[in-house]
T-cell receptor, first 115, second 112 residues
Framework: QQQVKQSPQSLIVQKGGISIINCAYE??????FPWYQQFPGKGPALLIA?????SEKKEGRFTISFNKSAKQFSLHIMDSQPGDSATYFC??????????????FGTGTRLLVSP | EAQVTQNPRYLITVTGKKLTVTCSQN?????MSWYRQDPGLGLRQIYY???????DKGDVPEGYKVSRKEKRNFPLILESPSPNQTSLYFC???????????FGEGSRLTVL
């Protein structure tokens, strides 16, 4: 119930291509779905987040697509660049009366964008 | 600059030798937590603290202790480290309104 399943584990995309990472969750109480980006030697940092009242959120080349009925959400990176090479984590949480509950992370996707 | 600072960044130790990883945040956040990152397992929460003097176990608390005597500091204590605690550790604090987690740069621990 608390798991977030992420795929693929690793991904190689050519420069200019589209990178797609998928996540699925079980707990229908989750209402906050962020993506974190981690560069080698650094801590993860928030990239983009979505709430279930919208089906899509776009920030620059990064888009989250959300399918509430299927309990799935995905990250699309358009025009992928070598600088996008990083590990990406999806996550999910819910906001209760006392604030946000624990953030549950997926297992991560290692993206390599080849020049 | 808003940041979470943890030390040491790298540490090699031997089984049974007590160690402490310090963590400090300058954002006045109530909520802090510790995660460990292992290949194929992602980020797993060790302990969390809702506020000063209130801490609770996460998903993988065995072998770890924490304390929260001040809002800004949240040290992770390994009383008797074992090789299965070899991992990359992250301290975080959380923005109360947005839910965003702020991560430290990580502490890579090797237990021989």
């Amino acid at each position: 119930q608390q798991q977030v399943k992420q795929s693929p584990q690793s991904l190689i995309v050519q420069k200019g291509g589209i990178s797609i990472i998928n996540c699925a969750y079980e707990n229908t109480a989750f209402d906050y779905f962020p993506w974190y980006q981690q560069f080698p030697g650094k801590g993860p940092a928030l990239l983009i987040a979505i709430r279930p009242d919208v089906s899509e959120k776009k920030e620059g080349r990064f888009t989250i697509s959300f399918n509430k009925s299927a309990k799935q959400f995905s990250l699309h990176i358009m025009d992928s660049q070598p600088g996008d090479s990083a590990t990406y984590f999806c996550a999910a949480s819910k906001r209760g009366g006392t604030g946000f509950q624990k953030l549950v992370f997926g297992t991560g996707t290692r993206l390599l964008v080849s020049p | 600059e808003a940041q979470v600072t943890q030390n040491p960044r790298y540490l090699i130790t031997v089984t049974g030798k007590k160690l402490t990883v310090t963590c400090s945040q300058n954002m006045n956040h109530e909520y802090m937590s510790w995660y460990r990152q292992d290949p194929g397992l992602g980020l797993r929460q060790i302990y969390y603290s809702m506020n000063v003097e209130v801490t609770d176990k996460g998903d993988v608390p065995e072998g770890y202790k924490v304390s929260r005597k001040e809002k800004r500091n949240f040290p992770l204590i390994l009383e008797s480290p074992s090789p299965n605690q070899t991992s990359l550790y992250f301290c975080t604090s959380r923005h109360p309104n947005t839910g965003e987690l702020f991560f430290g740069e990580g502490s890579r621990l090797t237990v021989l």
